[in-house]
């Protein structure tokens, strides 16, 4: 085992090799540009806040074309800078939301008690050493050009809770963070009241929910960073029957915390593996050979699943959520306020997050569109954008999601004119206005056909919310397989979402509420889950989105015109990717569309169809 003194001089390396150059910053809050960075993570992301408000926001993973793409976020920098007419040198300051000093005592009490192994302690020193770049990253990405601004690197957490708090609709709410592990820590709350948002409490490594959840997730076969939405998906098919051992795993504290039992683990003993090689973000097993004796043996992902399963995935999603308002019992007593901001990793759990008005005494939720650690980026922009005076914490509400990038009608053409011979046998229109397409869009939906559906700027954050959509028919009890052959490919436990008016939802859905991201799941109302069972999962929920005319005004006339039609006010609405990113560009969206069986793909007002199949 490792030596005090080696653990000790291990802490005080990390600290003195990272160059955070944090020094205030003195440009005026109400002109002040910050780019807020993810960096050397999964769904690495770059946003930009100008005079406190943010202009700008996408995902690395976009541009590179690999799922949860970690590393460095030039090209997200260069689409943000570009598409505000900036350049690096326009920069006050860049926010980085990790603080590798952050929470120091902690580390050196843990380090003393655990006395981790060297490889346990040089794995931890390799990947700081990867995140202590920034300088040499912007000097290769942006040759030619100089940073003169301040680099400010900002407490993971504290970037979680200003990214919800920042962007909500609230001037006071309880803000919760909650996900695997950042800077030491895997929990904080705290209060945001008046501009501000201060960290009141935290768990600390190596307890955490998100790592319970990514162990389920792991030994049930689901092995792919960011994978546990599949065991969200399945949890439904089983029972809690395994229930009583999830709470022998995950164990509830007094005061709304909770603790894992590490005899499960191996996090916090051993090396496990994390690397972003090639940008593709890898973890190893985090559970420990005592899991298998407890739950049974793991599944490999070539293993059929079982009912065993299926009970797993209900009870670990169970368990989830018995924590999840245990700690929101006790921040309620502690701040009664009516409004809760949450992001952080599981704040990705639109199961538990559509409980919340039922199950807490929160009546009003916000959760922004990317809850994960790609949001952090713009949390720590809006720290760092409010330094030296000038309340720009809230500026403005977060009320969609479109801040990636855009093509005019010309890109849109040109795209189309290149392609030529491939659209051989193609039906090819333009139309002059929106009105004639949604018509005949919604036909077509109405028909049974499957759309590709882009438009306008990129959504920010893992949905499809109506830009960069697969659109079809939530009325056939067939659509999900006609997906899944035609495009998907995907599990069949996996369910398909609705897209509906936000004025009709409360007539189709139990819980009223706008839910713009998708981020919350409610119960279809009983007498309405036989008009729309491609998008009514198998226990009567569905996780929506509402679609305001404000918001996105041709995709509301798009679901208007299929709701004239059919009466019912909503379609499916599925990524338009195939085990990729999302499609960026008017190239991929085409690429997908020709080597998929989609019936029409819509660019902007430029539309292409297939031959009739049967």
């Known amino acids: 085992m490792i030596s005090t003194k080696l653990a000790t001089d291990w802490v ?83 926010a980085v ?73 609230f001037q006071e709410a309880v803000t919760v963070s ?83 039992n590490l005899d499960y683990f191996v996090h916090h003993k051993e090396t496990f593996h994390y690397t972003w090689d090639n940008g593709s973000p890898e973890v190893g097993r985090l559970y420990a050979p005592a899991l298998e004796s407890l739950l049974g043996p793991a599944r490999s992902k070539e293993d059929p699943l079982t009912d065993r399963h299926r009970d797993l995935a ?89 801040w990636g990038p855009e093509f005019d009608d010309a890109e849109i053409k040109k795209t189309l004119d290149a392609a030529g011979s491939r659209l051989d046998g193609l039906q090819r229109q333009h139309f002059a206005d929106t009105a004639s397409l949604c018509e005949v ?22 949905r499809a919310l109506g830009n960069r959509s697969i659109v079809a028919d939530p009325r056939r ?11 998907k490919r995907r599990e069949s436990f996996r369910p398909f979402a609705p897209s509906i008016l936000a004025e009709a939802s409360f007539d189709w859905f139990e819980q009223q509420g706008e839910v713009p991201f998708m981020m919350q799941v409610f119960q279809v109302r009983e007498e309405k889950r036989a008009l729309v069972p491609a998008i009514t999962h198998v226990d009567g929920s569905g996780r929506l989105q509402t679609v305001s005319k404000t918001s996105n005004p041709i995709y509301h006339e798009l679901i208007s015109a299929f709701a004239k039609r059919t009466s019912v006010p909503m379609v499916l609405n599925t990524s338009f990717n195939e085990n990729e990113p999302v499609v960026c560009r008017p190239e991929e969206a085409l690429d997908c569309f020709l080597r998929t069986n989609m019936d029409v793909l819509v660019l902007g007002q430029h539309l292409l169809r297939r031959p009739s199949q049967s």
Not at 217 to 222: E, R, V
Not at 477 to 485: H, T
Request: proline content about 4%; charged content about 20%.
């Open 178 to 260: 909650v996900d695997g592990f950042g800077d030491f820590s895997s929990a904080a709350w705290g209060f945001g009241s008046r501009g501000e948002v201060k960290v009141d409490g935290r768990v600390f490594f190596p307890h955490s929910l998100g790592a319970f959840y990514q162990a389920m997730t792991q030994h049930l076969g689901f092995t792919h960073y960011g994978d546990e939405y599949k065991v969200m998906g399945l949890a439904p098919y089983g029972k809690p029957t395994f229930l009583p051992e999830m709470r022998n795993i995950v164990q509830l504290v007094e005061g709304g915390e909770f603790r894992l």
């Open 12 to 94: 005080e390396g990390v600290l003195k090799s990272v160059p955070t150059r944090n020094a205030p910053v003195t440009t005026d809050p109400s002109r002040r540009v910050v780019l807020g960075l993810n960096a050397y993570h999964g769904d690495s992301s770059a946003c930009l806040v100008v005079g406190g408000k943010l202009v700008a926001a996408v995902e690395e993973e976009r541009f590179r074309r690999i799922k949860h793409w970690a590393g460095f976020p030039s090209e997200a920098i260069r689409y943000c800078l570009a598409a505000n007419k900036l350049k690096l040198s326009d920069v006050d300051a860049l």
């Open 314 to 402: 209900h009870s670990a999603q169970a368990m989830y959520e018995e924590a999840f308002f245990h700690l929101l019992e006790a921040l309620y007593r502690r701040y009664p306020c009516d409004n809760i901001a949450l992001a952080g990793g599981c704040a990705m759990n639109s199961v538990a997050n559509g409980k919340v008005a039922l199950r807490s005494r929160f009546k009003n939720v916000y959760i922004q569109a990317a809850a994960g650690d790609a949001g952090g980026a713009i949390g720590a922009a809006m720290v760092v954008a409010r330094e030296g005076g000038g309340s720009v914490l809230p500026t403005h509400s977060m009320d969609h999601a479109y």
């Open 477 to 487: 009890a067939n659509m999900k397989d006609i997906l899944n052959s035609k495009i």
């Open 97 to 169: 939301n990790t603080d590798p000093a952050a929470n120091r005592l902690e580390k050196f009490s843990y380090l003393l008690k655990r006395r981790p192994g060297p490889e346990w302690l040089w794995q931890r020193l390799s990947n700081t050493m990867k995140k202590a770049t920034i300088a040499d990253e912007l000097e290769r990405a942006f040759p030619g050009e100089r940073f003169l601004g301040a680099v400010r690197n900002v407490e993971h957490h504290l970037c979680h809770l200003a990214s919800a708090y920042a962007v909500s609709p």
């Open 441 to 462: 869009v919604s036909e077509a939906v109405a028909n049974g056909e499957v759309i590709g559906w882009f438009q306008g700027r990129m959504e920010w954050g893992p």
